[in-house]
Structures are given as C-alpha cells and as structure tokens.
C-alpha cells in the first residue's frame, strides 16, 4: 500500500498512527499501528461497499467479532483484545500485535516439519480449540495463514472474523449460517453453512498433514498422504488420530479437542515452552546418556586392545629384566 493511502486512513483514525499494511482479510484490511507512547498493536479495518445494507452486515460482523475476542481475551495463544472503535462510519479493532511470522512462511521456508514439531503444534492448537470451543465459538476459518509464530516460536490463532457462535439447544432446523471457509480447510458441512465445532477439527487435522508431508489440501487423498510419511512404530499413533480428525462424516470425526488430546501419548507442552523446535541440536537427556554410554563402551574397548596387543610384550620384557637380574645375583 502506498505512503498516501496510507495516510488517508491514517485522518480518518485518529487515535493510533498506521505504520503499515499487514495483510488483507475477507472482511478487512490490518495494520501495525502505534500509540503516542510507541507502543505497537494489531489494528483491523473493516472493509464494505457505501450501501446501508453493507453496513449493517460490516457491523454485524464487527459486533460478533469484538463480543468473541473479549470472551476469549486473556487465553494462552489467542492475541489480546485491546479496544473498538467506530470512527467516521469505520470500525477498527485494536489487538496485540504478534511480531514474527505466519505458518504459511514458516512452511514455505522449511518444506516439512518433523513428526514431532507437528505433534507439539497439534497439541498447543487442540488447546486453544479446547477454549473458544467452551466459550461456544467456531472458527470457522483455521488454516497456516491464520496461525501466527512469535520470535520465540509461540503460537497464536489470529483473524476471529469468521466465527460463529454456537446458540445452545439450537435444532439442526434452522437457516444455515454464512458460508464462511477456505477451500481445502473446510470439512462438508462448513461448506453447505451448518458449522459444527468439529469442523475446526476437520482443518487442524488438514494442516498437521500439510507440515508433515508437504501437500497442500486438495492433493492430500488418503493413499498420497499416508505414503508420503516415513515414521517410526512408536509415533504410529499418529496417523490414526490425524485420519479420525479429517473423516468426511462429522459424526464419525473426534467430537472434542479433548478426546484427541486423550489420544495422544505424549506429555502435554509445559507452559511458555517453545512450540518448535530451533534449528540448533538440541540433545535431550536420554541422547545425552546415550553418547556417555558409548564413551565409555569405547573405552573399554580400547583397554582390551590395549592389554591383548600390547601388553603381552610389556611382560615378557618384564621377565627378560628380572631373569637378567637374577643371574646377575648369581654370579655375585
């Protein structure tokens, strides 16, 4: 976006300044801004057409995001809501900026992700899902473009413009919603706008297969994604759960976070630990006991050379000196 766009928007909003563009949504358009202390936020800018009816549906959207964001506001790996404003017939919402980069460039960058870098991601968004799900809110939009990953290599789960909220006792009667997805992401009954919460499930499981092997959405079919992993026995748990998450029938899916993170054997992330892993070598400790032992197998190995070699010799030297010294005795 040009310097002077820029500084159009930048009029109509008054209370923080706009530095630049972060990307384009389906509903609007955010920016990194800044307040007079210099202190840096996320801020979104609805976007609609001039008419009233485009209005009333912006701020409809606007409303429902905002009540969503401050159900959620204080939950780990979801950016804090900050404030709303409605200024000159615009809406912005003001959240905390998460500086790094999204998991589309983190993938981009990578190619494949290690089965148990997935796993951790797995396991920190099954989380996250676990808490807007008890606050009766869908997604409704997850994918790598979605998921943003801080300097330290923390998740988050960003854009909250697609959700829906879950009415409670609601039938199965009623009008369906607006069809919000991305293609590939979304599960059947997203597409024909009846929105389950296992339909975010749906698109996790989608993108944990997309780290793992590196196909996008539409070439995972069932034979090309499970051929494409090499994995040891021990972690072939993996494969069943992922199949579970993106089975077409929701009904015959994971109907709760919760019951893949039952599933799954591996200890929960502990908190503030890095999502994933740093390019560096990192030994755990039973790596570490591994190099000591074959140290000191090592070792052992030598001193047996060394005495089978060597050691012969050192004594019969020995016995030449000491015959030596006892015929020198003699002639004495």
Same mark, same amino acid.
């Given at each position: 976006?040009?310097?002077?766009?820029?500084?159009?928007?930048a009029?109509?909003?008054?209370?923080?300044?706009?530095?630049?563009?972060?990307?384009?949504?389906?509903?609007?358009?955010t920016?990194l801004?800044?307040?007079?202390?210099?202190?840096?936020y996320?801020v979104?800018?609805?976007?609609?057409?001039?008419?009233?009816?485009?209005?009333?549906?912006?701020?409809?959207?606007?409303?429902?995001?905002?009540e969503?964001?401050?159900?959620?506001?204080g939950?780990?790996?979801?950016?804090?809501?900050?404030?709303y404003? +409605?200024?000159?017939?615009?809406f912005?919402?003001v959240?905390?900026?998460?500086?790094?980069?999204?998991?589309?460039? +983190?993938l981009e960058?990578r190619?494949?992700?290690?089965?148990?870098?997935a796993?951790?991601?797995?396991?920190?968004?099954?989380?996250?899902?676990?808490?807007?799900?008890?606050n009766?809110i869908?997604h409704?939009?997850?994918?790598?473009?979605?998921?943003?990953i801080?300097?330290?290599?923390n998740?988050?789960?960003?854009?909250?413009?697609?959700?829906?909220e879950?009415?409670p006792?609601?039938?199965?009667?009623?009008?369906p919603?607006?069809?919000?997805?991305?293609?590939?992401?979304a599960?059947?009954?997203?597409?024909?706008?009846y929105?389950?919460?296992?339909s975010?499930?749906?698109?996790?499981g989608i993108i944990?297969i997309?780290?793992?092997?590196?196909?996008?959405p539409?070439?995972?079919?069932?034979?090309?994604?499970?051929?494409?992993?090499i994995?040891?026995?021990?972690?072939?748990?993996?494969l069943?759960?992922?199949?579970?998450m993106?089975?077409?029938?929701?009904k015959?899916?994971y109907?709760s976070?919760?019951?893949i993170?039952?599933?799954?054997?591996?200890?929960s992330?502990?908190k503030n630990?890095?999502?994933?892993a740093?390019?560096?070598?990192?030994?755990?400790?039973?790596?570490?006991?591994d190099?000591?032992?074959f140290?000191?197998?090592?070792?052992?190995i030598?001193?047996?050379?060394?005495?089978a070699?060597?050691?012969?010799?050192?004594?019969?030297k020995?016995n030449?000196k000491?015959?030596?010294?006892?015929?020198?005795?003699?002639?004495l």
């Open positions: 976006m040009n310097t002077g766009m820029l500084q159009a928007i009029g109509e909003f008054t209370t923080y300044q706009l530095i630049k563009s972060l990307g384009q949504g389906a509903f609007g358009r920016y801004a800044e307040d007079e202390n210099g202190h840096e996320a979104k800018k609805l976007t609609f057409s001039s008419n009233s009816q485009s209005y009333a549906k912006a701020k409809e959207l606007f409303e429902r995001e905002v969503s964001l401050q159900k959620l506001n939950y780990p790996h979801i950016p804090n809501f900050v404030e404003i +409605e200024e000159n017939q615009q912005y919402l959240q905390q900026y998460i500086n790094g980069k999204t998991l589309t460039k +983190e960058s190619g494949k992700f290690t089965i148990e870098d796993i951790k991601i797995l396991q920190c968004l099954l989380k996250v899902l676990i808490d807007i799900h008890e009766n869908i409704r939009d997850i994918k790598p473009d979605n998921i943003m801080d300097h330290e290599n998740l988050f789960l960003i854009d909250f413009g697609a959700v829906k879950i009415i006792n609601q039938t199965k009667l009623q009008t919603g607006t069809r919000i997805f991305t293609p590939g992401y599960p059947l009954e997203q597409q024909y706008g929105a389950e919460k296992n975010d499930i749906y698109a996790l944990i997309q780290l793992i092997t590196g196909l996008e539409e070439n995972q079919n069932f034979d090309d994604w499970q051929n494409q992993i994995i040891s026995n021990d972690l072939k748990y993996i069943s759960i992922l199949s579970k993106i089975h077409k029938e929701h015959y899916r109907q976070a919760q019951e993170i039952d599933d799954l054997p591996t200890p992330l502990q630990q890095p999502i994933i740093n390019n560096h070598v990192n030994l755990s400790q039973e790596s570490g006991m190099i000591i032992f140290a000191m197998l090592l070792i052992m030598s001193i047996v050379i060394f005495n070699a060597f050691l012969p010799g050192i004594k019969k020995e030449q000491h015959q030596s010294f006892l015929m020198h005795k003699v002639y």
